[in-house]
């Protein structure tokens, strides 16, 4: 995931996916993600926006303080 966020291929087609470790995954794991998705918003259809902000507003009661901070912030960043 690190190579991910420090490359400039687009990930986005894969979006979902890093929204799904995100939740799933150790805090720096999911901080990685972040960042993955992050990177390629702007190639992230609002399809697909959507979808992600659904399952991590689904997530959010479950996670820990942590995590559940860096998935308020991506719900956020997803809706501007």
Not at 8 to 15: F, G, I, L, P, R
Not at 28 to 44: H, R, T
Not at 50 to 68: G, M, Q, Y
């Amino acid at each position: 995931v690190s190579t991910c966020w420090q490359s400039t291929v687009d990930y986005s087609e894969h979006a979902v996916f890093f929204a799904d470790l995100l939740i799933k995954s150790d805090y720096l794991l999911a901080v990685e993600a972040f960042s993955v998705i992050e990177n390629n918003c702007n190639n992230i259809s609002n399809e697909q926006k959507k979808e992600i902000v659904k399952i991590l507003k689904k997530s959010k009661p479950k996670a820990t303080i942590e995590k559940s901070r860096l998935i308020e912030e991506m719900i956020l960043f997803l809706e501007m």
